[in-house]
Nanobody, 122 residues
Framework: VQLQAYGGGLVQAGGSLRVSCAASKRTFGMGWFRQAPGKERDFVAGINWSGRSTHYADSVKGRFTISRDNAKNTVYLEMNSLKPEDTAVYYC???????????????????WGQGTQVTVSS
């Protein structure tokens, strides 16, 4: 499975942005991670295979929404009320095997996209 993340860009604080991740084929659970310069890659949001269950990092809860369109093999991350600390490269990832739970830990993901830069100016 190949993942292609896109939609990043420059936005002012308080603004909104949607990043997308297109998969080359149907996937199971998926997630978004982000990595700021000099920091570790952190979990942002996850969604199960059906889209009915989601999980968020505390830092984005209430501001970000993850969703998926299985007909298009695409996962979205809608980001609202953006803050400068949301600035990072955002990566999408996908499970290799089916699971009942929403993946959130890096080891639960097998496929990774190349990342898209999101910059929030103050």
């Amino acid at each position: 499975v190949q993942l292609q993340a896109y939609g990043g860009g420059l936005v002012q604080a308080g603004g909104s942005l949607r990043v997308s991740c297109a998969a080359s084929k149907r996937t199971f659970g998926m997630g978004w991670f982000r990595q700021a310069p000099g920091k570790e890659r952190d979990f942002v949001a996850g969604i199960n295979w059906s889209g009915r269950s989601t999980h968020y990092a505390d830092s984005v809860k209430g501001r970000f929404t993850i969703s998926r369109d299985n007909a298009k093999n695409t996962v979205y991350l809608e980001m609202n009320s953006l803050k400068p600390e949301d600035t990072a490269v955002y990566y999408c990832a996908a499970e290799k095997y089916y699971s009942d739970s929403v993946p959130s830990r890096p080891y639960e993901f097998y496929y990774w996209g190349q990342g898209t830069q999101v910059t929030v100016s103050s």
